[in-house]
Structure formats: C-alpha cells, structure tokens
C-alpha cells in the first residue's frame, strides 16, 4: 500500500513537471519571457522537493528514534524477565534440595525407628521363649 502511494506521488510530480514545461514550451511568449518562466518553474519545483526531503528526513529521524527506544525498552524488560527466571529457577531448585534432604533424614529417622522396634520385638520373643522352655 505504501509503494502505490509512493508511486501515485512521483507520478503526480513528474506529471506536474511535464504539463508545466509543456505549457511554458507551447505558450506564446518571448524567449526572455519563456525563460523566466522556466527557471520561475524549476524554482517552484526545487523549493518543493527541498521541503518534502526535509519533511522526509525529520521523519526518518523521528522514527528511528522511536524504534531505538522501543528496542532498548524491549531488551531492558527481556533482561529483567530472564534475570527473574533465573532467580525462581535458583529457588525453586534449592528448595527442592532442601526438601530432598529433609525427606532423607525421616527415611533414616524411619529406619532407626524400624530397627529399634524390631530389636525390642526380637528381645521380647527370646525372653518368652526362654520362658515357656524354662
């Protein structure tokens, strides 16, 4: 959509350019007067296509500042998200580590729990044991 605008602007342009000299060409005037009005024309073009380069390049700069901040706004935040990824991943891991070795410890507190038990059972049985053989 921008190059069919683009091309309708040069066009307009260059058909303003073309009908102007053909009109000047085919006026009947002096060649002093013809001249003036020719280089009157050329003026009239070139203050013209100074004024939309300038517009051109003020808006170049504007945008090229605007995409400029957005970039360094958008790698500020990508930077902020991922440094905060990073921390929750640290943790979250060494919460699991934690968690991991509390588990352990009750499984061995468990264990010795078991072994005590077992133990008193055993010594329970062997004193009856010795009890109905005596």
């Given amino acids: 959509m921008a190059k069919a605008k683009k091309g309708f602007l040069y066009g307009a342009i260059a058909g303003g350019v073309v009908g102007s000299v ?21 003026q009239v073009v070139t203050d013209h296509t100074s004024r939309i380069a300038g517009q051109v390049s003020d808006k170049t700069v504007q945008i090229a500042k605007q995409v400029s901040s957005t970039a360094s706004t958008a790698a500020s935040k990508a930077k902020d998200t991922a440094s905060s990824v990073v921390e929750n991943m640290r943790g979250w891991r060494a919460g699991a580590e934690e968690k991991l070795e509390e588990g352990g410890e009750q499984v061995q507190d468990t264990i010795e729990n078991v072994k005590d038990a077992a133990s008193d059972l055993l010594s329970n049985r062997k004193e009856e044991l010795e009890t109905v053989n005596s």
């Avoid at 060409?25 to 280089?39: N, V, W």
């Fill in 22 to 42: 053909t009109a000047l060409l085919l006026a009947p005037k002096s060649g002093r007067e013809l001249r003036k009005d020719i280089a009157d024309g050329a």
